[in-house]
């Protein structure tokens, strides 16, 4: 993981909150997670204080605080709308944006099981329909998510030659596949940008429900094939079918959204593998999203 450029522990969030929100200042808190880019401080039962670890992530928190007000009204599903914005401190030399969020109850989605996620395809299909709408040109711009896969070619080939997978000649295939599929001619629509199962809060049921979807930081607007390699990073084969079945008013099953869906996938999965020690539940769900990539046959599979 990419070192912290500041050290954020309870005593910097306490004294924010003291100089800019003073009224949360005395509630209970601790650190909850130490994310790539953010620290995650729990605010009591209720709220959650979200803060950059270093200065490249401190736009990505920006976006949320201008676009998810914005977006959130027509989403079927809670997202981490601010409630509170936090600004620079000069006195306690923080130098970026910092967001007070609503802390979402459940369990990460990567914590339950794969088949178990089936029964919340149908409504993760239908989040993305309500958020894949045209975006505006001043929508925030990312160069890693919604662009055409050409741009991700050389860091996926890198990743191949340096051993994440035996099974480099398959997954050479599936890119190649995504590569020569045709590009998105629609307009760039609104994206999550980070879809896997880490960024989905399901509730700690038999039968998981979808109780929020998280972090927004790579929100952006491009080709809708991005947000469906959920389909691989998401599901099973059974979940699979369940969520491309949901989506097939916008996404027909002979739609090559979904050679490029999968070849976003792959290219999630193998970056997921790179990741150190400290994140190895990414590392487990890159390992299992490789998987079914590679194991997944297109016309059985795959056709609703």
């Known amino acids: 993981m990419a070192a912290a450029e500041i050290e954020i522990d309870a005593a910097l969030v306490r004294a924010l909150l003291a100089e800019q929100h003073p009224d949360l200042a005395d509630r209970p808190l601790h650190v909850a997670a130490h994310g790539w880019d953010n620290v995650m401080v729990r605010l009591g039962d209720d709220l959650a204080v979200r803060l950059p670890r270093r200065a490249t992530a401190a736009p990505l ?9 914005r977006l959130a009204p027509r989403l079927p599903v809670p997202v981490p709308v601010p409630l509170r914005v936090g600004v620079p401190s000069t006195a306690l030399s923080y130098p970026w944006r910092w967001s007070v969020v609503p802390w979402m109850s459940g369990v990460r989605g990567a914590d339950v099981a794969r088949g178990r996620r089936t029964a919340v395809a149908v409504p993760l299909a239908r989040f993305f329909v309500a958020l894949h709408r045209p975006a505006p040109a001043d929508a925030p711009a990312n160069p890693y998510r919604g662009v055409p896969l050409e741009f991700r070619d050389g860091p996926l080939r890198d990743r191949l030659a340096s051993g994440v997978t035996t099974r480099t000649s398959a997954a050479l295939a599936v ?26 809060v399901l509730t700690a049921t038999s039968a998981p429900e979808l109780a929020a979807v998280a972090d927004l930081g790579d929100l952006t607007s491009g080709d809708p094939a991005t947000d469906l390699a959920a389909a691989w990073t998401v599901f099973d084969g059974v979940g699979r079918r369940a969520f491309r079945t949901a989506l097939a008013g916008p996404y027909p099953a002979d739609d090559p959204v979904w050679d490029r869906a999968r070849g976003w996938a792959l290219s999630m999965a193998t970056s997921m593998l790179t990741s150190g020690p400290e994140h190895a539940w990414l590392v487990s769900l890159g390992r299992e999203s490789l998987a079914e990539v590679l194991a997944d046959d297109r016309e059985t599979t795959l056709t609703p």
């Open 61 to 69: 928190i920006e976006h949320e605080q201008r676009w998810l007000p």
């Open 175 to 200: 890119w190649e596949r995504a590569l020569a599929a045709e590009r998105w001619d629609g307009p760039a629509l609104w994206l999550h940008g980070d879809p896997h199962a880490g960024n989905l």
